[in-house]
């Protein structure tokens, strides 16, 4: 059943009044099913209907996480899933073009398909059986990552731990970190760092008139500091999240910035949560690895995944570096907490998925998937030179497969819905990063060359 979200606290006069204190004494429950009272659309909400579905709602006595009251609607991206099927409802015939979540298009190299479904099919016999295996991953995967994506700096394959994609690993450390730990985020971010800080309950409350939550440090990214924070003007805080290339704006960070966040860091005695996800789109010398810094392995962890670069969004399997230099205040070493977190709350990545993050780093994987990053960088291209020949403002697309188009004066969700509306393509409005992304649009560079084009014409007919 499709989930929509009601207002939290409409404004209603008159009759509808009583009828929503039932209401949202199990709001909850009736947010979670919704029944079909909402038509789609419209977005015309029957209260009555409402009213009756909560009487008849059963409410447990066990109280809802608090912290999980404090998010905002719901998470961005399944937003704008939900936008795209009212949209098809109200246009069943538009062919719609998704610019907008960041998932590939692209097949999995035949190669690397070919070792999944070998490996699985060998499951079926007693020679091929295996079941649990490391929690840390497969030794030989553990290593290929170790020499492929750090040959040139020191990190050892039993700091490599495998799991099932990156996401998964920025909660599971906010989790090892517990709910003192205070964190700052770039602005505009990734929207996990933020809803995972939430959860565990490093937050406070959201300040609705700035769009922020209390106790975040929010570090500004824009155009005018070169998409890097103001690092004398930001507070300490325990744990620093940062992606480079960056999600959304697409900006690598250059040695320079990284040789200061690190400084930084060490200064304020702080663990620095480096997500390196779209480091293999980087096309010039902006360091892949926050360990290419020196004093990082003191100061960071690496995050990342194999979901952008070998097509691995529905296989799932990413891996973090947790350096042994890492300790707490207390000198007790980070890894070996982290390696609790994982044994504790983690059975190890799929046998079928490492199998094929193995086969993504031999030779033959690697120039496979490097063809595939090509593709998605071609893409990338198509639409930096579309927005440039329009006129608009953009940012990143070189170095990362996402364009970051400004328009000043606009509101993003109103951009969002306007290109929608107008052109049939989605895009993701740039406030879902956080204040910080106001007056963007965040556009995709994941999909098929024919759908690239074809948005490029539609945008060109939209604001030519």
């Known amino acids: 059943m499709l989930q929509l979200l009601i207002p939290r606290k409409p404004n209603l006069k008159g009759c509808h009044q009583k009828k929503l204190e039932k209401i949202y004494e199990c709001y909850e429950v009736v947010q979670a099913h919704l029944l079909p009272v909402v038509a789609l659309g419209q977005l015309e909400i029957d209260y009555d ?64 398909a070919l070792s999944m479904a070998n490996y699985a099919r060998d499951l079926s016999t007693a020679e091929g059986y295996s079941g649990y295996g490391a929690e840390q991953g497969n030794k030989a995967l553990r290593k290929a990552i170790a020499d492929t994506f750090y040959n040139h700096v020191p990190v050892k394959e039993t700091e490599v731990f495998v799991s099932d994609g990156a996401q998964c690993d ?7 970190l ?37 106790d975040i440090e929010y570090m500004k990214c824009r155009p005018e500091n070169n998409f890097f924070p103001d690092l004398t003007s930001t507070s300490k805080t325990d744990i620093i999240f940062f992606c480079s290339p960056h999600n959304p704006t697409g900006h690598a960070a250059t040695r320079n910035q990284l040789e200061h966040l690190v400084e930084f860091a060490r ?56 350096p042994e230099e890492l300790l707490f205040s207390n000198g007790y070493p980070v890894i070996n907490d982290f390696n609790r977190i994982m044994c504790t709350c983690f ?4 046998n079928i998925a490492q199998v094929g993050g193995l086969a993504s780093l031999s030779p033959e994987g690697f120039q496979a998937v490097r063809s595939l990053v090509g593709y998605y960088k071609e893409n990338a291209k198509i639409l930096l030179e579309t927005f440039n020949s329009l006129g608009v403002q953009v940012y990143g697309g070189r170095n990362a497969p996402y364009v970051w188009a400004q328009f000043p004066g606009r509101k993003s969700w109103d951009i969002f819905t306007e290109i929608l509306e107008k052109t049939h393509i989605t895009t993701v409005p740039g406030s879902g990063f956080g204040p910080g992304g106001e007056e963007y649009l965040r556009i995709s560079a994941f999909g098929h060359r024919e759908s690239i084009l074809e948005a490029s014409k539609r945008l060109e007919n939209l604001f030519s």
């Open 347 to 350: 059975n190890g990545a799929s």
């Open 170 to 176: 920025i909660t599971r450390f906010m989790l090892l």
């Open 49 to 112: 209907e409402l009213a009756a579905a909560a009487l008849r709602c059963y409410c447990t006595k066990v109280p809802r996480n608090v912290n999980m009251a404090k998010l905002r609607n719901g998470y961005l991206f399944p937003e704008i899933s939900i936008r795209e099927l009212q949209h098809l409802e109200k246009y069943p015939h538009a062919k719609l073009i998704s610019l907008g979540i960041g998932d590939t298009t692209e097949p999995i190299p035949e190669n690397i």
């Open 178 to 214: 517990g709910s003192n730990a205070t964190i700052a985020v770039q602005d505009p971010s990734f929207p996990a760092y933020i809803d995972s800080s939430v959860i565990i309950g490093q937050a406070g409350d959201f300040e609705d008139e700035v769009g922020k939550y209390y």
């Open 267 to 322: 200064d304020n005695g702080s663990i620095i949560v480096f997500d390196s996800a779209y480091a293999a789109y980087i096309t010039d010398d902006s360091p892949r690895s926050i360990f290419e810094i020196p004093g990082a392995r003191e100061v960071a962890i690496e995050i990342s995944s194999f979901s952008k670069f070998a097509g691995f969004t529905g296989v799932r399997l990413g891996w973090t570096v947790v």
